[in-house]
């Protein structure tokens, strides 16, 4: 079946600019997390969802991110005003319920550079 | 909050076994799990610890000691392929299904 995707899988934006980065969870899993990864190091939570709840947003850097799940399923992580230092991986992951946390199924990334 | 303690990278030649170690702190621990990533790559579930003790799956087992804050991955028989990072995460009772990664640790297999 069909993994969790991600789009766009590489953005450059300018400075100053919003960007909206997607994600499409495995059907039917219930969570979803939202990471920011720096090479060489590990995935740095931001915010997830059960549902279309937003359980934890603690993760959020600022007040210019913020993530959405209206309906359950995909997820739109939004930038606003991006600065260079914005610049990173920015991965999405599911998990079937909310047993599940512990094993999280992860996508293949947005690479976000603000020029 | 949490924190997590593991090696940054390990080198070891085809055939052998490696041990990579996860200290961890939380408030309230519930699980470890234990993530590989090569290069280029997504992070992929191996395995996760919530009771003391050592889970085998193939080549790969992962032990945890609740009472030390202490877990380990090991890695037998290895293989070219394994060569990636693997990070520790703990979940923890109050975070609810919010996972916290360690730094990772690079494995390097030579032939």
């Known amino acids: 079946g069909a993994g969790v995707s991600q789009s766009p899988r590489y953005k450059v934006t300018k400075r100053g600019q919003d960007v909206a980065l997607r994600c499409d969870p495995i059907?039917?899993?219930?969570?979803l997390y939202w990471y920011r990864q720096a090479l060489g190091q590990g995935p740095e939570f931001l915010t997830y969802f059960n549902y279309e709840a937003q359980q934890d947003k603690s993760g959020l850097p600022n007040d210019r991110f913020s993530a959405e799940r209206p309906e359950g399923s995909i997820s739109t992580l939004t930038i606003q005003r991006t600065e260079q230092r914005d610049s990173a991986m920015y991965r999405c992951?599911?998990?079937?319920?909310?047993?599940?946390?512990?094993?999280?199924?992860f996508g293949p990334g947005t690479r976000l550079t603000v020029l | 909050g949490q924190s997590l303690e593991q090696p940054s990278e390990v080198t070891a030649v085809e055939g052998a076994i490696v041990q990579i170690n996860c200290t961890y702190q939380?408030?309230?621990?519930?699980?470890l799990s234990w993530y590989q990533q090569h290069d280029g790559g997504a992070p992929t579930f191996l395995s996760y610890n919530a009771l003391d003790g050592l889970e085998e799956t193939g080549r790969f087992s992962s032990f945890l000691s609740r009472s030390d804050s202490y877990g380990y991955l090991l890695l037998q028989e290895l293989q070219m392929k394994d060569s990636a990072s693997y990070f520790c995460?703990?979940?923890?009772?109050?975070?609810?299904?919010?996972?916290?990664f360690g730094g990772g640790t690079r494995v390097l297999v030579k032939p």
């Open positions: 059907s039917g899993h219930v969570s």
């Open positions: 992951a599911s998990s079937l319920n909310l047993a599940g946390g512990y094993e999280q199924f």
């Open positions: 939380t408030s309230g621990f519930y699980g």
């Open positions: 995460a703990v979940r923890d009772v109050a975070a609810g299904n919010k996972l916290t």
